[in-house]
């Protein structure tokens, strides 16, 4: 059988938002140009731009600090202290290697060198992969993704599942509509979250001695973590005051959702012309055209 899931409201259509970002935005521009006997000219100009415009400018810039960092690096003296012509060919032949990695890395691994080598051979191409990073990102943030991370970074696959299960939960029951809805569900997620995971070390540590869970603790060593050395009633008692201040932040967050809601009129336009403005309290305010 196959499990479908189900739509959310608060996912952005993509092409809508595309949409907003190419729109063009007039401005004025004063130029200030000094000639050549010391006096000064202003040139007033319109000009068009757009926040996708924007974006693709700064992309160039970082692109360009990128590649100037490393021709720095080949001309410090970790690198053998080269002349700059020479740092310049040993930077141009580590963006032959990058333009060869970037293909097979993961978008969340790509850097702006990775970007700077892609540009210095074609600048179409560098947008595309970036591109490519932003659909990922958005594509992370719109599953739950990057929120699973923050309540526990690589988690398995039922713990992930898990996360994701209460934030559709929160989500069914809100409807959330918009990122800033969007964000404190995520929020509401996390702390809760956090707040049952340090609620079952608190019991755990209330109600087993320290040698049950050796094995545990050494298997996260084996990984790399160190486990902090405390009194038992220490670590019992941190865990409990972590459980409560993520249980306060969830009731936090829960009443801003709440307040964000209750005095946001709610405006209504039937085909008519009437608009009905919703104040607080419920009560609906008909306004004509």
Aim: charged share 30%; glycine share 6%.
């Amino acid at each position: 059988m196959t499990h479908k899931r189900k739509h959310r409201p608060y996912e952005i259509d993509a092409d809508e938002r595309n949409e907003r970002r190419r729109a063009l935005r007039r401005g004025k521009r004063v130029d200030v140009m000094r000639r050549a006997d010391g006096n000064e000219i202003e040139v007033k100009r319109e000009v068009e731009t757009c926040a996708e415009d924007a974006e693709g400018r700064q992309l160039v810039a970082e692109m360009a600090r990128a590649f100037a960092a490393t021709i720095e690096h080949y001309k410090s003296e970790y690198a053998g202290a080269k002349p700059h012509d020479e740092a310049l060919k040993a930077a141009l032949s580590m963006n032959e290697l990058r333009r060869q990695w970037v293909a097979g890395l993961a978008p969340e691994k790509v850097e702006w060198s990775h970007l700077a080598a892609v540009g210095e051979h074609s600048l179409p191409e560098s947008l595309s992969l970036w591109g490519r990073v932003r659909d990922a990102a958005e594509d992370e943030l719109t599953s739950g993704r990057r929120a699973a991370q923050v309540a526990g970074d690589n988690i398995g696959p039922y713990e992930r599942a898990q996360f994701l299960a209460i934030r559709d939960a929160f989500a069914d029951q809100w409807q959330p509509q918009g990122g800033i809805e969007s964000a404190m569900i995520d929020m509401m997620s996390v702390a809760f979250s956090l707040q049952m995971y340090w609620s079952t070390i608190a019991h755990q540590r209330a109600t087993r001695e320290h040698d049950a869970q050796r094995k545990e603790l050494q298997r996260y060593e084996s990984n790399g973590w160190k486990s902090p050395y405390q009194h038992e009633a220490g670590a019992i008692e941190q865990a409990h005051r972590l459980a409560d201040g993520y249980n306060r932040q969830f009731l936090r967050v829960l009443r801003q959702l709440r307040d964000l809601r209750r005095y946001a009129p709610v405006v209504i336009q039937n085909n008519g012309g009437q608009v009905n403005v919703a104040t607080d309290g419920g009560q609906q305010v008909n306004v004509n055209k």
